[in-house]
């Protein structure tokens, strides 16, 4: 049977965090148990239907050496811990996770790493510091319409001059993808808040996305993307 380390078990599950959370994704990341199983690549890879890989991929060309990064949310797998290794010891990893059992699992896996702390917060709230690279990586199909604007808004407020928000997520498939039908049914009955990516680009969620370039790359036939806004000006 899958154990549960003590430093997990003693954690609030379900302690300040948003109703959204509560009531759509508990199993999911409020549930220590269920966390720790699905905190795997494999299970990450299996979700993804493959594409886990190159979306990651995508996302950490996106980091360099020294750079300062604010991460909107703790990603099951190995992403943050890449990124924190990508930026090195000169870096910065400022992560956050509005639950504090993903923030602990964060912490846990970004252990020994200087560069990086984690802390317990909203992605819309995410504080006053300007960073190199804001990421967002499977988050706002995770969130009702309007916590998807708070974010969006809030993370591009974050972004210093020359810098840029990264932002990988679902994306409306082709209109003859043959898993059209297959992730409407899934989003409707396990997704709730997803669907509504099909119908929005995230560079309209946010508000001053003029003083951005944006740049966008789908994936898997258009069922996912990688939308980048670059900030105007130079670090
Ligand atoms: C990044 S999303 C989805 C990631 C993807 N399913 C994966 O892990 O591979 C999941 C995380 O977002 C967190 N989360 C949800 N709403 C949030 C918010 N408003 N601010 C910060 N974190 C949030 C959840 O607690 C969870 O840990």
Known sequence: MLQIPDDLRSIPAVHA???YLK????????DPRNARLLDNETIVGIIL??????????ALAEFSSGQSVLQA???YGTLIPEIARRIGPKGSLDAMDVAPLQAALCRRKLWGMKQARVRIADASKPGDGLYDVVSCYFLLHEVPDDMKQAIVTALLQRVAPGGRAVFVDYHRPARLHPMRGFYRK???????????MWDHEIRDLG??????EWTKETFFGGVFQKTVAHRRGSI
């Not at 009531?23 to 409020?30: E, S």
């Not at 899934?186 to 509504?196: G, I, N, V």
């Not at 508000?207 to 951005?212: G, H, N, P, T």
């Open 17 to 19: 965090v948003p109703a």
């Open 23 to 30: 009531n759509t994704y508990t199993w999911a990341y409020l």
């Open 49 to 58: 239907f493959g594409n886990h890989v190159r979306l990651r991929n995508a």
């Open 73 to 75: 949310a703790h990603v």
């Open 186 to 196: 899934l989003f409707e009955r396990l997704e709730p808040f997803a669907l509504s």
């Open 207 to 212: 508000a001053d996305a003029a003083a951005f």
